[in-house]
């Protein structure tokens, strides 16, 4: 069986990857020429294409590829949610990708590209600029339109769904400082995630306008890992203030400063970000930043759905409203 792959028939047959999909898909959209040319690389070099590459124009339907790091946390499957719904009313056929930023993204958007996928929404949001860059150039080329679902990027030419992450971090962080606290912490990941670059710029802003000094913790979202970490560095050090870029973070650390003797609010004020079920299941009910991140996919599901069909757009740049949920813990 032949190893060759989408990617050495368009560049043996020096055509697009595009080019190569519509001749194997609608075949009757690509002057004679040209699809003469492909088809006889594609003989030459033996290339099987994929059961969706072999389906007939008048059978095929739409397949959106989503891209993702993480299926474990909260907000990830509130996303999706929110796109399923959206896709089910297209009809649209929903691929799942697992990408995450240690891995060869190279390799894990051209396998993308590869399923013959018409969109794709991105998950991910633990990509640098450079892997973003690649990303990008892939499925320009390949002509796939792509939606950023909750990630950010100063790409003015990404299109991308999310809130405004520096501007709600920078509000909760004040209304903390109004609420008298000096020695507030924003507790966010050791791994980096281009939303918590908002977070803290938004917590860091806020906090040097008042005279206070920033003190970002860095720590796991895995509960085994940040119980400790929380448990030894606060024996030691003063906090009467602490915002977690996750709801299950905050949560893990409240437990710690309780078990610690802390009363909540009275001596630490505790916020979270999400409004997941995590914020409403602790004890006390957590005070958190509410991201609509159902409406984030569904959102960021039909701007795809109008990118694909060509339909002009307001703005690429969705950014959705935010705000607090007060509970037990401000």
Same mark, same amino acid.
């Given at each position: 069986?032949?190893?060759?792959?989408?990617?050495?028939?368009?560049?043996?047959?020096?055509?697009?990857?595009?080019?190569?999909?519509?001749?194997?898909?609608?075949?009757?959209?690509?002057?004679?020429?040209?699809?003469?040319?492909?088809?006889?690389?594609?003989?030459?070099?033996?290339?099987?294409?994929?059961?969706?590459?072999?389906?007939?124009?008048?059978?095929?339907?739409?397949?959106?590829?989503?891209?993702?790091?993480?299926?474990?946390?909260?907000?990830?499957? @509130?996303?999706?949610? &929110?796109?399923?719904?959206?896709?089910?009313?297209?009809?649209?056929?929903? =691929? $799942? #990708?697992?990408? %995450? /930023?240690?891995?060869?993204?190279?390799?894990s958007i051209r396998d993308v590209v590869a399923e013959q996928v018409d969109g794709v929404l991105l998950l991910n949001d633990e990509l640098d600029t450079a892997q973003m860059n690649i990303v990008k150039e892939q499925t320009s080329n390949a002509n796939i339109p792509l939606v950023l679902t909750n990630v950010i990027s100063?790409?003015?030419?990404?299109?991308?769904?999310?809130?405004?992450?520096?501007?709600?971090?920078?509000?909760?962080?004040?209304?903390?400082?109004?609420?008298?606290?000096?020695?507030?912490?924003?507790?966010?990941?050791?791994?980096?995630?281009?939303?918590?670059? @908002?977070?803290?710029? &938004?917590?860091?802003?806020?906090?040097?306008?008042?005279?206070?000094?920033? =003190? $970002? #913790?860095?720590? %796991? /979202?895995?509960?085994?890992?940040?119980?400790?970490?929380?448990?030894?560095?606060?024996?030691?050090?003063?906090?009467?203030?602490?915002?977690?870029?996750?709801?299950?973070?905050?949560?893990?650390?409240?437990?710690?400063?309780?078990?610690?003797?802390?009363?909540?609010?009275?001596?630490?004020?505790?916020?979270?970000?999400?409004?997941?079920?995590?914020?409403?299941?602790?004890?006390?009910?957590?005070?958190?930043?509410?991201?609509?991140?159902?409406?984030?996919?569904?959102?960021?599901?039909?701007?795809?759905?109008?990118?694909?069909?060509?339909?002009?757009?307001?703005?690429?740049?969705?950014?959705?409203?935010?705000?607090?949920?007060?509970?037990?813990?401000?």
């Open positions: 069986m032949s190893n060759a792959t989408i990617y050495d028939v368009a560049g043996k047959a020096e055509v697009s990857l595009a080019t190569v999909s519509r001749v194997l898909n609608n075949p009757e959209k690509v002057n004679e020429a040209t699809r003469a040319k492909v088809l006889k690389v594609i003989k030459e070099l033996g290339y099987r294409p994929n059961a969706i590459a072999r389906g007939l124009a008048s059978h095929k339907t739409t397949t959106v590829g989503i891209v993702l790091s993480d299926v474990t946390r909260a907000s990830t499957s @509130q996303l999706l949610g &929110g796109i399923i719904d959206i896709a089910k009313k297209y009809s649209y056929s929903i =691929k $799942i #990708f697992s990408m %995450s /930023g240690d891995t060869n993204v190279l390799d100063d790409d003015p030419e990404l299109a991308s769904v999310a809130i405004d992450y520096f501007d709600a971090s920078y509000q909760i962080t004040k209304e903390l400082i109004e609420k008298g606290r000096k020695d507030i912490y924003l507790l966010s990941t050791v791994r980096r995630y281009s939303v918590n670059t @908002q977070k803290e710029a &938004g917590y860091t802003k806020a906090m040097e306008e008042n005279g206070l000094t920033s =003190k $970002i #913790f860095r720590t %796991s /979202g895995d509960i085994s890992i940040n119980t400790p970490h929380f448990e030894e560095y606060f024996e030691k050090n003063k906090v009467d203030g602490a915002i977690a870029v996750r709801d299950s973070i905050a949560v893990s650390f409240m437990n710690v400063m309780i078990n610690k003797g802390y009363k909540v609010p009275q001596d630490i004020s505790i916020c979270g970000y999400q409004n997941t079920k995590y914020a409403m299941l602790a004890r006390p009910s957590l005070t958190c930043i509410d991201t609509p991140v159902y409406d984030i996919g569904a959102v960021a599901m039909r701007l795809l759905t109008k990118l694909m069909k060509g339909e002009q757009v307001d703005s690429i740049k969705v950014v959705l409203p935010h705000k607090v949920i007060k509970r037990q813990t401000l």
